[in-house]
């Protein structure tokens, strides 16, 4: 079967598609890098402020059995210290976060090598153009044309060659010519005028 040749429209469509697959694995694959860097950051942010949860658990455990009022004093602070204590794991989370993101969707620079040799080429040829126009040769080239051939020569009257009595010629045309040439009177002969 002939393969029909693409159409720029089918092209492009096919291009984008390809460029919509590759655009999502790769943000399938910096979702993945990101959850498996900040789900262990997390973690660790959780374990770094249960000791601090604790702590203020049991501050206000012994500020109960104290009284009441310092008690509720004590639930107040350790809230807060939970909190503060979130707020700095998760702004550590968020900053480890922000760092792998960014190091994801720093895309690779492109090299452009043909836009390269191209304008080394475009600058060459320039520069070759203005040494060659300051260099003084203004004498618009080497090249004379040749003179054009002389024009043949032809014969005007034909020879007659005293031996033999008929025109000597060497242009056959010439003495055809002549006999059949219907514009040229013919001549009297002698034997009609002697009678």
């Given at each position: 079967?002939?393969?029909?040749?693409?159409?720029?429209?089918?092209?492009?469509?096919?291009?984008?598609?390809?460029?919509?697959?590759?655009?999502?694995?790769?943000?399938?694959?910096?979702?993945?890098?990101?959850?498996?860097?900040?789900?262990?950051?997390?973690?660790?942010?959780?374990?770094?402020?249960?000791?601090?949860?604790?702590?203020?658990?049991?501050?206000?455990?012994?500020?109960?059995?104290?009284?009441?009022?310092k008690a509720k004093k004590a639930r107040k602070e350790a809230a807060?210290?939970?909190?503060?204590?979130?707020?700095?794991?998760?702004?550590?989370?968020?900053?480890?976060?922000?760092?792998?993101?960014?190091?994801?969707?720093?895309?690779?620079?492109?090299?452009?090598?043909?836009?390269?040799?191209?304008?080394?080429?475009?600058?060459?040829?320039?520069?070759?153009?203005?040494?060659?126009?300051?260099?003084?040769?203004?004498?618009?080239?080497?090249?004379?044309?040749p003179p054009p051939p002389p024009a043949p020569v032809r014969p005007?009257?034909?020879?007659?060659?005293?031996?033999s009595g008929t025109a000597a010629s060497d242009d056959p045309l010439?003495?055809?010519?002549?006999?059949?040439?219907?514009?040229?009177?013919?001549?009297?002969?002698?034997?009609?005028?002697?009678?």
């Open positions: 079967m002939l393969r029909k040749k693409k159409s720029k429209r089918e092209a492009a469509t096919e291009k984008a598609g390809e460029l919509w697959n590759e655009a999502s694995s790769t943000l399938s694959d910096a979702a993945g890098s990101l959850s498996e860097s900040v789900g262990p950051t997390i973690d660790r942010a959780k374990e770094a402020a249960a000791p601090t949860v604790a702590d203020a658990t049991a501050r206000a455990k012994e500020a109960g059995e104290v009284s009441k009022k807060a210290l939970a909190a503060v204590a979130a707020a700095a794991a998760s702004e550590k989370a968020d900053k480890y976060a922000e760092s792998t993101a960014e190091a994801a969707e720093e895309p690779k620079k492109k090299k452009h090598r043909l836009r390269k040799l191209v304008f080394v080429a475009a600058i060459g040829g320039a520069i070759a153009f203005v040494a060659k126009k300051l260099s003084g040769d203004s004498s618009g080239g080497s090249y004379t044309p005007v009257g034909t020879p007659t060659d005293s031996s010439a003495d055809e010519g002549k006999e059949t040439d219907p514009s040229t009177p013919a001549e009297p002969s002698s034997d009609k005028n002697d009678g």
